[in-house]
Structures are given as C-alpha cells and as structure tokens.
C-alpha cells in the first residue's frame, strides 16, 4: 500500500520517485484490445491516494481493490499473530481471492460500456 501512496499516477503511467513502471508485455500483444488488468495498478494507486473518479477512468476495479488491501493485511497479521493459519482465514482468503477476481472482470466489462 504504501508503494501506491508514494506514486505519481497519470492516466498513460505511473512513477515512483520518477521512475516509470515497467511496460506490460500482454499490451504489447494485444495491441489496442485492454487486457482485464489493463490500468488496474495505476487505478488502485490513484484510489489509495483519494482520487475515485481518476481511479475509475483508468479501471473501475482499482477502487474495489484500494477497499481489499486493508482487509488482506489484517488476515495476513492475524495468520501471523497465531503462528498458524484456521480454516476461517482459508475462508476469507477464497472470499478474497473471488471478490479480486470479481473487481478485474467487472471493471474490464464496465469499461467497454464507456
């Protein structure tokens, strides 16, 4: 997270203390069609940073992702705090796992209505 805070995050890059990001290979490939995850690093920067509606420009799942991360540390900590992983942190994890994946492919059909 504090990497996202730290970036200085425009619609065609982000940087970090003015180095840029590496490009993304699949867009490259893929050449004008966005891939899923197409903007998601820059757009959940950019909601960590309080900017929702820039965030949602670049992919409106970053927002949803910016809300996860505080959620994902705490059942990390607590893993880490009781030594050993319960089946209820396996269960948030699934949950987690599926709502991350349920923002990308969201976001990727939000922005074709756009």
Known sequence: MAVGWTATVRPEAATWFGMRGPECPLAQCLGPIACPGCGLVRSTSSALQGNFSESFTMHPGGIGIAILLPATFAVHFDILR???EYPGHRRLR???YALT???IVLGWLIRFSF
């Open 82 to 84: 009781h030594g050993r």
């Open 94 to 96: 699934r949950i987690g």
């Open 101 to 103: 994946s349920a923002c």
